[in-house]
């Protein structure tokens, strides 16, 4: 059978060359067409019977590298791109493809190509080759500015003298800088995380609670103080500063970013401090004591009173030197048995003589810890009294010393350098009854002294946390995110439908303003959010709650509509103003309309209402769904953070708790009320601002 006659039986073949948009010809092994379809016929004017290579490239010869040549020899699929001369004269780019095409026995009865014209393409790729030119060199700037960006955050990183952890959303530590690996006292980050996750950073678990519930409901913590461990659990005191790393998609929380400074030392400097300020006040108290009588007998014996009221001791006695300041008398005293007190040296004592009259010679305090081991030449005295430790303190005046206090203890007790300096401080007070002026100067130069170290604790308590990295964005702008797409994809499908004509500018003019808005709040949320380390501000003024709830239904009304939800507003006329942040209640309202959406998956209705509550001075706002309702026994956690009754990956829960710290920072409340099968509705109070009340009540 002939190769042209073969070609005629296959009819099916012949309908669909005629069907394709491609320019089609059979060709026989003497580079004859046999066929051609009529996009062929039409352009290059040829009939069967003609060779290929006048039709196609008005040529004499066949062409070099002669793909139907190849096709027969191979039985193999060719192809190339070439140039053809069209009938408009005209040059095109053609995409040639030759098959081969064979019979019942498997021989080749002829070779079919195809050509398509792809000089448009060609066009196109060209252009785009030189856009993507100068696009990859403002990537290549861009990528450049974004690492040099990087370095300097990985330095700030790297060389941060707290330490600084990235998590994911479970607590599993996926970074530490090198000042947290010495922290914790690791050897490197990898031994670090394989022990520990954040949670197990806590020693103690009501701590973690804390700690947790106050970054689920404000979405942050600076500088909140526990106890962590670090390796060998070895504790220490840390201040942490905490916020959600990423959010994105209803709430869906990706990790955390936390500070952490270990601040034990600072806590003991500061329970230092304290301890100063407590001995401080003794001393206030002793100078007011000295300063209420002009007798010294009564100003000692007031003295003596108060020094034992309020320092850990059991006895003392006081010593002035006489006007010649060669001996000690004794002048008060305290704790002591009459019997010892009457002893002659007890009474009074030569300058030099013994521990007492060292300490007015050399005018330095004496300590003796344990009697028992002491030198002292009187020393069987004391313990004969029973004493087991006594500091001599020298009184001072601004002359020099004015005498000597003993202060003894019954039971073992050890003066540390601190209480003995605060005892000398005790003794000046004492020794102002001699000079006054030297108290006044004495007080006002601890004044001062007290005054630089706490200056100093505030300026160090306000240092800001270093390298806090600005990355996080949180769930909220994933509302507004999806209103400017909906628009987006609404314009979209208007240009594809052709509806994109000038009835529809009024439509799209207010698609396009609502994006405008949407955006610019997108900026203003990831502006506030961070600027969060600078505790921020919420912008609070008087709002027309009508006009928030018409903005939040917009929103989300094409998504509702997709839903097949239908909503209806029940609005009270002339709505007070309420005194709120615009941009917070509307988030409120998204939230609380996003779960409403959710809830129902095969529709149902949305109901928005807003009244006024003159009695309790609130105004209203109750959302309510028909969807699948909340278990009661789920009723009371559903505020809490990561609670959720969404499938896993679904949420963290996180939606209701933002929502119900903002609530709560405008001094609101919200309730919830709820039926399984049967819906869920959310009550919302808000007060009135002090315009709206007075308008609400005439």
């Known amino acids: 059978m ?110 079919l190509e195809t050509a398509t014209d792809i000089t448009e393409k060609k066009r196109l790729e060209n252009e785009l080759n030189k856009l993507t030119g100068d696009l990859e060199h403002i990537v290549g700037d861009r990528l450049q500015n974004l690492q040099k960006s990087e370095e300097r955050y990985r330095t700030m990183f790297e060389r941060s003298r707290d330490a600084i952890l990235l998590t994911d959303a479970a607590g599993n530590i996926l970074e530490i800088n090198q000042a947290g690996v010495e922290i914790f006292g690791y050897r490197n980050k990898e031994e670090l995380r394989a022990e520990k996750t954040a949670r197990d950073l806590f020693q103690d ?45 209803m709430g869906k929380v990706t990790g955390y970013v936390m500070i952490i400074r270990d601040v034990t030392q600072r806590n003991q400097y500061q329970k230092k401090v304290e301890q100063q300020n407590t001995q401080l006040a003794i001393l206030n108290a002793i100078s007011t004591t000295v300063s209420s009588s002009l007798d010294l007998h009564e100003l000692l014996k007031s003295v003596l009173e108060k020094i034992l009221e309020i ?13 010649a300041k060669k001996k000690l008398v004794l002048v008060a005293h305290k704790g002591l048995s009459e019997t010892f007190i009457q002893e002659h040296h007890i009474q009074a004592r030569n300058v030099g003589d013994g521990m007492l009259g060292q300490t007015v010679k050399n005018a330095e305090p004496k300590v003796v810890n344990n ?34 206090m003993a202060v003894s203890s019954l039971s073992p007790f050890r003066y540390s350098p601190d209480y003995v300096a605060f005892l000398s401080g005790v003794g000046n007070q004492i020794g102002i009854a001699v000079h006054n002026a030297h108290l006044y100067e004495n007080l006002k130069k601890a004044y001062k002294d007290l005054k630089d ?64 808005s949407e955006t610019a709040r997108c900026g203003e949320i990831v502006k506030n959010l961070l600027a969060f380390s600078r505790q921020s501000r919420m912008t609070m003024a008087n709002h027309n709650i009508r006009e928030i709830i018409d903005k939040t239904v917009a929103l989300i009304s094409h998504d509702l509509g997709l ?63 028909t969807g699948c309702g909340i278990p009661e026994d789920l009723l009371d956690n559903i505020f809490e953070p ?57």
């Not at 039985?75 to 019979?103: C, F």
């Not at 001791?313 to 006007?323: A, C, G, P, Q």
């Not at 009697?371 to 002359?399: C, F, H, M, N, W």
């Open 2 to 111: 002939t190769t042209e006659k073969n070609f005629q039986k296959q009819k099916d073949y012949q309908a669909l060359i005629q069907s394709v948009t491609d320019y089609v010809v059979a060709i026989n092994r003497n580079y004859r067409i046999i066929m051609a379809n009529e996009l062929f016929k039409n352009q290059f004017g040829v009939h069967p019977g003609g060779f290929c290579f006048r039709g196609w490239k008005n040529r004499e010869t066949k062409c070099e590298n002669c793909l139907v040549e190849k096709s027969f020899r191979d039985g193999q699929n060719h192809s190339n791109e070439d140039t053809v001369i069209m009938k408009d004269g005209r040059v095109a780019h053609m995409l040639i493809k030759s098959t081969p095409v064979k019979d019942e026995n498997g021989d080749i009865s002829y070779v």
């Open 205 to 249: 678990r009501e701590a973690l609670r804390r700690f947790r519930r106050e970054i689920f409901r404000e979405g942050f913590v600076t500088e909140f103080e526990a106890k962590l461990t670090g390796k060998g659990n070895r504790a220490f005191d840390a201040a942490i500063t905490c916020n959600v790393m990423i959010l994105e998609e």
């Open 311 to 323: 320092l850990e001791s059991d006895s003392v006695r006081i010593y002035l030197l006489e006007k």
């Open 371 to 404: 009697l028992q081991r002491s030198k002292d030449r009187y020393v069987d005295l004391l313990l004969k009294e029973g004493l087991k430790s006594t500091a001599y303190i020298p009184l001072l005046s601004r002359e020099g010393p004015v005498g000597i």
């Open 453 to 516: 170290t706490q200056d100093q604790l505030i300026r160090t308590e306000k240092l800001a946390s270093l390298g806090k990295l600005a990355a996080t964005i949180a769930h909220e702008i994933n509302n507004p995110l999806a209103a400017v797409l909906n628009y987006i994809r609404l314009m979209i499908k208007l240009t594809a439908r052709g509806r994109f004509n000038a009835a529809k500018l009024d439509d799209i003019t207010r698609y396009l303003s609502t994006m405008e």
């Open 563 to 625: 839903k097949e939800i239908s909503v209806v507003k029940n609005l009270q006329e002339n709505l007070p103003p309420v005194f709120c942040d615009f941009r917070q209640i509307q988030q409120v309202l998204l939230n609380l309309l996003s779960n409403a959406s959710e809830a129902m998956t095969n529709g149902g209705t949305l109901t928005i209402s807003a009244k006024g509550q003159e009695d309790e001075e609130f105004l209203e706002i109750c959302v309510s769904d």
């Open 642 to 698: 990561f609670f959720t009754t969404k499938e896993e990956g679904k949420g963290v829960g996180l939606g209701l708790s933002v929502v119900y710290g903002i609530i709560a920072r405008h001094n609101g409340s919200i309730e919830v009320k709820s039926e399984p099968g049967k819906g869920t509705s959310f009550r919302v109070l808000l007060p009135f601002s002090q315009e709206g009340l007075e308008n609400l009540n005439t």
